[in-house]
DNA sequence: CAACGACGTGGGAGCGCTCCCATCAGGGGG
DNA sequence: CCCCCTGATGGGAGCGCTCCCACGTCGTTG
C-alpha cells in the first residue's frame, strides 16, 4: 500500500499552493532568469543562499560555512556575509537544508493518544514543556505526533522512514511494545519517558518510582500508620510495578509484614482508584493509610473513602503520586511524590541531542529523584 | 542579526550525522558510486522515486502522478507502481517533496506558554488532541510551539520564514498581540482559537462565551439565586469580556438589574479566584451565587467560600467553565459550562487545511456551542 | 482518409542547500 | 630561491522530488 495521504492530494493541490509574488506581476513570463532577487518591490519570495554569497562578493561555499558556523572563515569574510545576511533578511529554507544534508533538525515526541487520557493529565503537557524548552534552546522542531490507532501507528513509522526527524522520544510506553525497538532497527536515535522494565535495552529517561513508593510508605510509617494498604496501577506497566516494589520495600525496611490483602490493582483512573479502595475496605476494614500510585486514583479512593464513612487523614491517611493540580484542590489537600516531570522531558531532550553516540553497546539511562510534597491527608 | 541557530550548530554537526549503513561496511569508500540500492543487503537506504519507477518500468513523471493521485494515468499502470512501491517499501522522502513543491505538509500550532499554565490545564491537551486527529486524518505534520519568550517568538518568524509550515494555528492570543497579523503578512494561512476582539479580522474558531456566561445565569435564576455575583477573567482578554458579556446579558434578561458590585476580576488562576470571592463577600455579604468565568477560578472561590463558612450550594450557588476534570473532583461537584475544545482544535485544523481560498476578504469564523453540565454545586 | 484533440507518458529543468574537491595565496624550511 | 603545507575560498555535483513541456497513440471528426 503506498501512503494515502499523498495518493489523494492530487488534484486539488494547485489551488492550494500559495503564488509566487513574481507570478501575479509578470504573469505569462518564466520567473527563472537571471536576477529574480534584486528586482521590483522587495518583500516575499525569499532569498537564496545564492544571493546572500552575490552581495557578499563571495561564493555559495563560503556562506554556507558562515551560517554554519564553520571556523574556516576569515573574520572578515564572516562579518561581509552576516551583514549580506542581516540586509536580505535571509533565512535558510529548512527543506533545501534537509533535503542537501540528510538531517531535519526536527525531533518527534510520540504520546499514545489512550494514556493522555489516563495519566494524570497535566503530566504530558509538562513533559512538553520540557521537551520543547530544551528543543528550542538547540533549536529543533518539534513534531507531536499523538497515536491513538494501529494504523495510526504504521503511519507514523512511515514519517520515520520518511526521514522527517532527526530522533524520537517516546512517551509512555507499555511492557510489550515493539516500537521503540523498530525505530532503533531504522538507525534513529530514541530515548524514552520511562521504561518497560527493569532492564530497558533502549535509552530511557524515568524517574525514582521505587524511591517513590519507599518513601510515601516511609512518612506513613512515620505518621504512625501502621495498616498500609496500596492502589497500584496496571501491572503490564513498568512504573505500577515499581511503584508498588517500593511500597514493599518500604514496609520490610519498617518491618511491617507483607500482606497482600493490602494490595488492589487500579488502572490510574479515578473509578480505578474508587473500585479498588473499595474492595481494599472490604478486605482490610482495618487498614489507616492508603498509598495510591496516582493521584487521580487518590481521588477515585477518596471518594470510596467518604462513600464508607472513613475520614482523611483521621481514620485513613491517603499519599498519592504526581503533585498534579488535583492534588492541591482535593479537601483535604493530598500528600503526594511528586515527579520532576518537565525536567524528565529536557533530560529526554538533552540526551537525544547531545549523546551522540546513542549505540546498542551503551544505553543512557537517567532515574531522576522523586520528592514527598505533603499536605493534609497524613 | 543572523538567526542563532544554524550559526552556532557548526562543528559539532558532523558527529551527530546518522551514519549511512554502508559507510560502515565499505568504510573508506565513497558511498555514491552507481547503483547504492540494489547493492547488498537490502534494510535501510531508501528506494527512491527514480527506483521505483525502473523497477515498475515506468518513467519518473509516472510515479510521482501515482503516489500524488493524479487522475491522468491508466489503471494498469497505477497497479504496476503501486506493486513497486510496495515491493521496496518506498516511502517519499519528505525533504526533496518540501523542496520540489513548495508545501512541507506541516502545521503549526502557538501555544503561549504562560498560558498554558494559567488555563484549566487540560485545555491544551484537548485542543491538541483535537488538531492532531484532524491532522492525521489530512497526513499533515503537527509541529508544537510553546512561546515562552519574546526571543522564542522571533525565532518562531524565522521559522515561518524558512517555510517550514504551510499553515499556523494560533492558541490563546491576547488582545494587542499583532503576530497574527504578521503571519498573514508573510502569506501564510492562519487560524486562531478564540479571538482578540468582537470583530477579529483573522479567521478564528471559537466557543460561545457569551452564550457560556448567559446560560449559566439562566440556570441560577431558574434555581431561585436572586444576587448572583461573577468572578471574571483577565478583562484585556476577549473570553473574559465575553463571559461577563453573557452574565449580564443574562441578568438583564431575567430582570435583575444590574450591579456592578457583583462583578469582581479574576485572572484564571485559583488564587485570584479566592482573592475576588474574598472581595465579592465583602461587597455584597448577601450574595446567593457566583458565576466564574473558569473552573480553576470557581476552585479558589469554593475555598474562600469555605473559610468564610458559606456552604455551597446551600448559601451559594457556584457554577465555572470548562467543565475540566478538577469540576468532577470538587465537594459538591462543580457545575460548569462545558466548551467542546477538542472540536474546536478539529474545526481549526479543517479550516486550516480546507479552506483553501482564507484571504483577507472572507475571514472564515466559527462560534461552537457551549453546554451547561449541571452537578451539585448549585 | 487526413487532420486533430485527448489521453498517457517520459524526462529535462530546476527547488536551495551541503559536500567536497580543486584552486589560490602566503609563509617557512631545505 | 624553489617547494610544500596550511588556511580560505569558489563552485560543481548532487540530494529526491514536482512541474511541465513534448511526444507518441488512439479514436474521432469533417
Known amino acids: ?188 536515535p530514541v530515548v524514552m519517558n520511562g521504561r518497560r522494565s527493569e532492564a530497558e535495552p533502549v535509552p530511557y529517561v524515568d524517574s525514582d518510582n521505587i524511591g517513590a513508593g519507599r518513601a510515601a510508605v516511609a512518612h506513613l510509617v512515620g505518621r504512625g500508620r501502621q495498616r498500609i494498604a496500596t492502589v497500584t496501577g496496571p501491572l503490564d506497566m513498568y512504573v505500577a510495578r515499581a511503584r508498588l516494589g517500593g511500597y514493599r520495600a518500604g514496609l520490610a525496611e519498617a518491618g511491617h509484614a507483607p500482606d497482600e490483602g493490602l494490595v488492589a490493582a487500579g488502572d490510574f483512573t479515578e473509578d480505578g482508584g474508587r473500585a479498588a479502595m473499595r474492595s481494599l475496605l472490604e478486605r482490610r476494614p482495618g487498614l489507616d493509610a492508603v498509598f495510591a500510585a496516582s493521584d487521580v486514583m487518590a481521588a477515585g479512593a477518596r471518594a470510596a473513602l467518604r462513600e464508607a464513612g472513613r475520614r482523611v487523614p483521621e481514620d485513613v491517611a491517603l499519599v498519592g503520586v504526581d503533585d498534579s493540580p488535583v492534588a492541591r484542590l482535593m479537601d483535604p489537600p493530598l500528600t503526594s511524590v511528586r515527579q520532576p516531570i518537565e525536567e524528565m522531558g529536557r533530560t529526554m531532550a538533552r540526551m537525544l541531542l547531545g549523546d551522540a553516540g546513542v549505540t546498542p553497546e551503551d544505553t543512557p539511562k537517567r532515574v531522576l529523584p522523586t520528592e514527598l510534597v505533603v499536605r493534609g491527608s497524613c
Do not use: W
Open 1 to 188: 500500500m503506498a501512503p494515502r495521504g499523498p495518493l489523494s492530494t492530487g488534484t486539488a493541490r494547485t489551488a492550494c499552493r500559495r503564488a509566487r509574488p513574481t507570478e501575479a506581476l509578470v504573469s505569462g513570463t518564466r520567473s527563472d532568469e537571471g536576477s529574480t532577487a534584486t528586482v521590483n518591490g522587495r518583500q516575499n519570495s525569499r532569498p537564496t543562499l545564492e544571493q546572500v554569497a552575490a552581495r557578499a562578493g563571495v561564493g555559495r561555499g563560503t556562506v554556507s560555512r558562515v551560517i554554519n558556523g564553520s571556523p574556516r572563515v576569515s573574520e572578515q569574510t564572516r562579518a561581509a556575509v552576516a551583514r549580506a545576511v542581516a540586509e536580505l533578511g535571509y533565512v535558510p529554507n529548512q527543506a533545501a537544508r534537509a533535503l542537501a544534508g540528510s538531517r531535519t533538525d526536527a525531533v518527534a515526541l510520540v504520546i499514545p493518544e489512550a494514556e493522555a487520557r489516563l495519566f494524570a493529565e497535566p503530566y504530558f503537557l509538562d513533559l512538553i514543556r520540557g521537551v520543547s524548552a530544551e528543543l528550542a534552546e538547540a533549536d529543533k522542531q518539534l513534531l507531536l505526533t499523538l497515536v491513538r490507532s494501529e494504523q495510526e501507528r504504521q503511519r507514523f513509522e512511515q514519517y520515520l522512514a520518511a526521514q522527517r526527524v532527526d530522533g524520537v522520544l517516546l512517551a509512555s510506553v507499555h511492557g510489550d511494545d515493539p516500537l521503540p525497538d523498530r525505530i532503533r532497527e531504522l538507525g534513529i
